[in-house]
T-cell receptor, first 116, second 115 residues
């Protein structure tokens, strides 16, 4: 069984389009994340949700909007796509420990977004 | 702000040798530090976590050390195998004085184990 799944795996689209990436985790975790990995393989956090509440919101253009319908799902919607948005986007989840501090994060397989 | 430095050059070693990867951070000691493995076209996979009050952690052929004086973590793979070839990422919690659940990742070191 896949722990953290993302769809689609590949996404090729034109500049200016709006697209969504979906993420689901079946681990029962209460925290989910979106990361962006650029062409230099640098992995950077974008957003984090805990029990459907936004808790981390990095300096990301407001064209990016995460949505969490329930704690098992965290989707990423991107408006007006730009060339610089091309990257691999990873969803992840973790269970926040009592007293603070997350343990391990479980990553999805990634979505490779190419903006033409 | 906290920064992580990993050797960006690939590490090539012979099968059977011990691989040692380095992770240095620039600022305050994090509540914990983690190591992940990433294969091409896949998401990172967690390997080990070490907390600031721990000096060393082991799991099978893997060993991680954490030296808060040197601001450094070392990741060792003993008796390395070609299947260990991958990129290894160091990550730490950004929080100061406590964990925040926000991980900062290094750029990773590519390990190539030659048969």
């Amino acid at each position: 069984d896949t722990a953290v799944s993302q769809t689609p795996k590949y996404l090729v689209t034109q500049m200016g389009n709006d697209k969504s990436i979906k993420c689901e985790q079946n681990l029962g975790h209460d925290t989910m994340y979106w990361y962006k990995q650029d062409s230099k393989k640098f992995l950077k956090i974008m957003f984090s949700y805990n029990n459907k509440e936004l808790i981390i919101n990095e300096t990301v253009p407001n064209r990016f909007s995460p949505k969490s319908p329930d704690k098992a799902h965290l989707n990423l919607h991107i408006n007006s796509l730009e060339l610089g948005d091309s990257a691999v986007y990873f969803c992840a989840s973790s269970q926040v420990r009592r007293g603070g501090g997350a343990d391990t994060q479980y990553f999805g397989p990634g979505t490779r977004l190419t903006v033409l | 702000s906290q920064k992580i430095e990993q050797n960006s050059e690939a590490l090539n070693i012979q099968e059977g040798k011990t691989a040692t990867l380095t992770c240095n951070y620039t600022n305050y000691s994090p509540a914990y530090l983690q190591w992940y493995r990433q294969d091409p076209g896949r998401g990172p996979v967690f390997l080990l976590l070490i907390r600031e009050n721990e000096k060393e952690k082991r799991k099978e052929r893997l060993k991680v050390t954490f030296d808060t004086t040197l601001k450094q973590s070392l990741f060792h793979i003993t008796a390395s195998q070609p299947a260990d070839s991958a990129t290894y990422l160091c990550a730490l919690d950004e929080g100061y004085g406590g964990a925040t659940n926000k991980l900062i990742f290094g750029t990773g070191t590519l390990l190539a184990v030659q048969p």
